[in-house]
Each structure stands twice: as structure tokens, then as C-alpha cells.
């Protein structure tokens, strides 16, 4: 089992920044890509950024490209999402999410086994 522990939501102004954290705990070896996932009130889930544990490779939404970016400490077991130049429709809960699979469809909520709590993220214009 593997629990994954948000950290790092808040409320910020337009054009501002905010870093959120994702740390996991358990049986965080058999992980090989995790996630960060948003949503607003009323619209679905949806992948913002995705990176494979093992290669470091990354992938973004085309609405954070060049804004957002998500990096990892292995040694930490922890993924960060560091979120630059914020919008007023980014304002949502941000999950961070961890699955067994990488590469393909890092954008599928389906595929990802294990989900954090949530942090909200609130920005205001």
C-alpha cells in the first residue's frame, strides 16, 4: 500500500506562484510514474502534469506548458509541482496521484492507483 500526503495549496493572486509537494510513503518502490491532477467545481478531473519516476521523464498539459513544473526527489520519495505565473482558472484542488505503469496516457485518472487527499489552490484575479 503507498500513501501519498499533499502539501503546499493556498490562495495567491494573478501572475503569482505556489510549489506543492507530494510525498510518498509505504511500498513507494513499486511506483514507477506519478501525477498531478486538478479539479474545479462542477468539470471533471484532469491531468496537468505527469513524470516518470525512473527516467525523470516529463509531461504537461498544453494549459500549464511553460507555466508548471514537475521535478522529483528520489531520495525523498517526493514530487513536486511548482506553478508559476497562475491564472484564475487554475483555481482548484490539486491531487497528486501514483501508479504502477509509466509513459502511456499520463494524463488517464483511470490508470493511477493511488491518490492523495487534495489541495486547494485558489487564485484570485
Known amino acids: 500500500q503507498v500513501q501519498l500526503v499533499e502539501s503546499g495549496g493556498g490562495s495567491v493572486q494573478a501572475g503569482g506562484s505556489l510549489r506543492l509537494s507530494c510525498a510518498a510513503f509505504?511500498?513507494?518502490?513499486?511506483?514507477?510514474?506519478m501525477g498531478w491532477f486538478r479539479q474545479a467545481p462542477g468539470k471533471e478531473r484532469e491531468g496537468v502534469a505527469g513524470?516518470?519516476?525512473?527516467?525523470?521523464?516529463?509531461y504537461y498539459a498544453d494549459s500549464v506548458k511553460g507555466r508548471f513544473t514537475i521535478s522529483q526527489d528520489n531520495a525523498k520519495n517526493t514530487v513536486y509541482l511548482q506553478m508559476n505565473s497562475l491564472k484564475p482558472e487554475d483555481t482548484a484542488m490539486y491531487y497528486c496521484?501514483?501508479?504502477?505503469?509509466?509513459?502511456?496516457?499520463?494524463?488517464?485518472?483511470?490508470?493511477?492507483?493511488?491518490w492523495g487527499q487534495g489541495t486547494q489552490v485558489t487564485v484570485s484575479s
Open positions: 509505504g511500498y513507494s518502490y513499486s511506483i514507477n510514474a
Open positions: 513524470i516518470d519516476t525512473g527516467d525523470g521523464s516529463t
Open positions: 496521484a501514483a501508479r504502477l505503469s509509466n509513459g502511456v496516457r499520463w494524463w488517464e485518472v483511470s490508470s493511477y492507483k493511488y
